[in-house]
């Protein structure tokens, strides 16, 4: 009777510390999660900020500097 007492005691602590593993298991899969978006937009601050971004960014909106032929290659279909 006592053992079976004692078990009856162990259960909700051993419920609530398998509940607070599981929980730290998804907090460090998001932990993993935004770390390697923080490399990506790390990464893309570069791109962005780096020598010639702002030249590169001009071209893809089609800009062309002062004296400059424009071209617009058209793809055969």
Known sequence: ?????????YIPPIAHWIQQSQTA???????????RERARLRAQLRAMTGPG???RQARELGMVKP???????VPRR
């Open 25 to 35: 298991g998804r907090e460090r899969a998001q932990v993993r999660a935004l770390v």
């Open 1 to 9: 009777m006592v053992l079976g007492a004692i078990v009856l005691l």
């Open 67 to 73: 004296g400059e032929r424009p071209y617009i290659i």
């Open 53 to 55: 971004a702002l030249e």
